[in-house]
């Protein structure tokens, strides 16, 4: 009796084609960008219509109804307002005090959070308690004291009573603080046996390592130097020390008729505010999500 085998093939199983009306199709966006966008639209309209309104005429802005589009572009104002007024000496002024501020607050700033973050010495725990709880108090309460100190120190009437109060604030040196910490201390041991200082394992290896917090303290420090108006107001009286702020506000009030050097004005000091928020805006939210994680 003879036993016939046969070979089976084997058998390649295929996926079942998928109809094209079942074919799930990728958008280049998520669901929240349909409502995301048209916020962001909303919120983008007045900055619009401010750059429109600057170039312009001053027929056309105080006509009515207003015109929503100029029907030729008009620089009269920016004209006006960098040829004919102290503008140029107000945004100096301006450049000058948050440079200044800003620098100061990134020295410190590091220095103060580096110490809180790595060093423990007698009543660092209660200084650092001290130092946020001073967060909390309102600049009402303190800024007849400190006008009494610039006044006391000579500095009123100057561009130093601007710069001294801003050298260095508890926010840097919080922020900081929690960055550092979020950063493994291997690295810097590493260091320390090789013959590292202190202030050299600093500047080698944790501010390169924290360029993302560097950013948000420089950019948070720009735009509240920068925007700032009440304590100018408070210890500047001479117009040649005037903020861009402060001296853009006293312009407002004596040129409320020429509607478009104030929008020119208002472009020029909102423009500045707009490219650093815009180059820094990913370091800032890297900054937040990572500071934020270790207390």
């Known amino acids: 009796m003879t036993v016939t085998t046969t070979r089976s093939s084997p058998v390649t199983s295929r996926p079942a084609a998928v109809p094209a009306s079942r074919r799930r ?29 600057s170039v312009m005429s001053n027929a056309e802005i105080n006509r009515f109804p207003p015109a929503l589009w100029p029907s030729q572009i008009d620089l009269g104002g920016y004209s006006y307002v960098l040829g004919n007024a102290m ?38 725990r ?44 508890p926010f840097a040196v919080f922020l900081l603080r929690q960055f550092f910490l979020s950063l493994p201390r291997e690295l810097e041991e590493a260091a320390w046996i090789d013959g590292c200082s202190r202030l050299r394992v600093l500047w080698s290896i944790v501010l390169p390592l924290a360029r993302p917090a560097l950013a948000t303290v420089a ?60 180059f820094a805006q990913k370091a800032f939210i890297r900054s937040v999500t990572s500071s934020g994680l270790k207390g």
Do not use: C, E
């Open 25 to 53: 199709r990728h958008l280049p966006f998520i669901a929240w960008h349909l409502l995301l966008a048209p916020l962001a639209l909303l919120f983008a309209v007045p900055l619009l219509w401010l750059l429109l309104s």
């Open 87 to 124: 503008f140029p000496r107000w945004l100096l002024n301006s450049v000058i005090v948050s440079a200044v501020a800003v620098t100061s607050n990134l020295v410190f700033g590091s220095l103060g959070g580096y110490a809180f973050a790595r060093m423990r010495f007698a009543g660092s």
């Open 126 to 169: 209660v200084l650092l308690v001290l130092m946020l709880a001073t967060m909390a108090v309102p600049f009402q309460l303190t800024m007849i004291p400190t006008f009494l100190v610039m006044k006391k120190l000579g500095l009123i009437d100057t561009l130093g009573a601007l710069i001294v109060p801003s050298l260095v604030t």
């Open 219 to 278: 950019v948070l420090t720009f735009l509240t130097t920068w925007n700032d108006l009440t304590w100018p107001l408070i210890a500047i009286n001479h117009d040649t020390q005037y903020t861009l702020q402060l001296g853009l506000t006293t312009f407002q009030g004596q040129h409320h008729t020429r509607w478009s050097a104030v929008m020119a004005g208002n472009v020029l000091t909102v423009l500045p505010v707009l490219v650093a928020f815009l």
